[in-house]
């Protein structure tokens, strides 16, 4: 139960901040365009390719600061190549157990890796036939499945 709490707690502030964080630079993006620019009209992250690979390379950053918090080996390509089709559902492990207090840290950085994950995934959706952006998909959902796993193992301790 406390993990759910926490996990909720943390997709909540993740939601929170994606929301300020976008509508914060759509206005910014309103307030430097010129009159007479045509894309002035349009919504941040409106399926424009170049809008989505932004963002995509946003998330994957994010998850790169998680990875080297919870202390995670990042996926080399061809894990990422073998997640690739995998769907989000079945790449977070959930524990069989409750994970031990020492994990709590772990545990919240994976959270937000899956939770990263999953939006890359869905942006990565909006780019059919990209593959950069599937490639950046497939390393997000072995970056979560390491993560959960680490989660799950109890040997969350940090390293000295």
Same mark, same amino acid.
């Given at each position: 139960?406390?993990?759910?709490?926490?996990?909720?707690?943390?997709?909540? *502030?993740?939601?929170?901040?994606?929301?300020?964080?976008c509508?914060?630079?759509?206005? *910014?993006?309103? @307030?430097?365009?010129?009159?007479?620019?045509?894309? *002035?009209?349009?919504?941040?992250?409106?399926?424009?390719?170049?809008?989505?690979?932004?963002?995509?390379?946003?998330?994957?950053? @994010?998850?790169?600061?998680?990875?080297?918090?919870?202390?995670?080996?990042?996926?080399?390509?061809?894990? @990422?190549?073998?997640m690739? *089709?995998?769907?989000?559902?079945?790449?977070?492990?959930?524990?069989?157990?409750?994970?031990?207090?020492?994990?709590?840290?772990?545990?919240?950085?994976?959270?937000?890796i899956?939770d990263?994950?999953?939006?890359i995934?869905?942006?990565?959706?909006?780019?059919?036939?990209?593959?950069?952006?599937?490639?950046?998909?497939?390393?997000?959902?072995? @970056?979560?499945?390491?993560?959960?796993?680490?989660?799950?193992?109890?040997?969350?301790?940090?390293?000295?």
């Amino acid at each position: 139960m406390k993990l759910r709490l926490l996990f909720l707690s943390l997709f909540t *502030a993740v939601v929170a901040t994606a929301l300020v964080a976008c509508a914060a630079g759509g206005r *910014a993006k309103q @307030a430097t365009m010129a009159p007479s620019d045509p894309d *002035a009209s349009a919504p941040p992250l409106s399926g424009r390719p170049d809008e989505l690979r932004a963002k995509i390379a946003e998330l994957g950053a @994010a998850i790169e600061r998680d990875l080297d918090a919870a202390q995670v080996d990042r996926p080399d390509a061809t894990a @990422a190549a073998q997640m690739a *089709a995998t769907p989000m559902a079945d790449v977070r492990t959930t524990c069989d157990h409750v994970p031990s207090d020492r994990c709590e840290d772990v545990c919240k950085l994976s959270g937000s890796i899956c939770d990263n994950a999953a939006s890359i995934c869905d942006l990565a959706a909006q780019l059919p036939g990209d593959a950069w952006a599937e490639e950046r998909c497939g390393a997000a959902k072995a @970056a979560c499945q390491r993560a959960s796993e680490r989660c799950c193992a109890g040997e969350c301790a940090p390293v000295p």
